[in-house]
């Protein structure tokens, strides 16, 4: 099946700097892929949809200053959270859909983000 | 708006006995539903669809449109069954590009 990958699997970083994280995917091409966070025994929030080659479409309420997406090329999108405060603390999550329009989302092994 | 709702947390059975997740949704177009599971330390992974109809691990979901639910159900639960499971759509249409919308999720513990 196809693969997405995803780098770091954790990092903690320091109030106020900035953290990228990487999402790929790793034997097929993907023209937009999804950014979620997931707080701990809760949901999946749809952050933002990244549009390889053009800007990333966010959800309302999510800060696109704050949640920087980048899809440069048809196998890497990646998500730079800036200026990181303790309350961006989360678990990041990419997906992609090989088939496109399919629904049948491939996820990455998730991102854990802890700003102290 | 388009929304996905698992109104239990956590659901708790013992082995052999059956199992219903129960997931309703609203959407204004035609909705295209999934299920997918996270087992203890593992990605998100697809469970089912709706448009297939088939049954993965004894699992069926079946679409009730009237009823707006989707929920899914196995006759006879296993201990390796026990994982959070959630129910998603698929929103199309202007802007959408198929995002998924996913419910609350619910976690089942399937006891010996």
């Known amino acids: 099946g196809a693969v997405v990958s995803q780098h770091p699997s954790w990092v903690i970083c320091k109030s106020g700097t900035s953290v990228k994280i990487e999402c790929r995917s790793l034997?097929?091409?993907?023209?937009?892929m999804f950014w979620y966070r997931q707080f701990p025994k809760q949901s999946l929030m749809l952050m933002a949809t990244?549009?390889?080659?053009?800007?990333?479409?966010?959800e309302q309420g999510v800060e696109k200053d704050k949640f920087l997406i980048n899809h440069a090329s048809l196998t890497l999108s990646t998500l730079t959270v800036t200026s990181a405060h303790p309350e961006d603390s989360s678990f990041y999550i990419c997906?992609?859909?090989?088939?496109?329009?399919?629904?049948?989302?491939?996820f990455g092994e998730g991102s854990r983000l802890t700003v102290l | 708006a388009q929304r996905v709702t698992q109104p239990e947390k956590l659901l708790s059975v013992f082995k052999g006995a059956p199992v219903e997740l129960k997931c309703n949704y609203s959407y204004s177009g035609s909705p295209e539903l999934f299920w997918y599971v996270q087992y203890s330390r593992q990605r998100l992974q697809l469970l089912l669809r709706h448009i297939s109809r088939e049954s993965i691990k004894g699992f069926t979901a079946d679409l009730n449109k009237g009823e707006t639910s989707f929920h899914l159900k196995k006759p006879f639960a296993q201990e390796e069954d026990s994982a959070m499971y959630y129910c998603a759509l698929s929103a199309y249409g202007s802007g959408n590009t198929g995002k998924l919308i996913f419910g609350q999720g619910t976690t089942l513990q399937v006891k010996p």
């Open positions: 990244s549009n390889e080659g053009s800007k990333a479409t966010y």
């Open positions: 997906s992609a859909d090989p088939m496109g329009r399919s629904g049948e989302l491939f």
């Open positions: 034997d097929f091409q993907a023209t937009t």
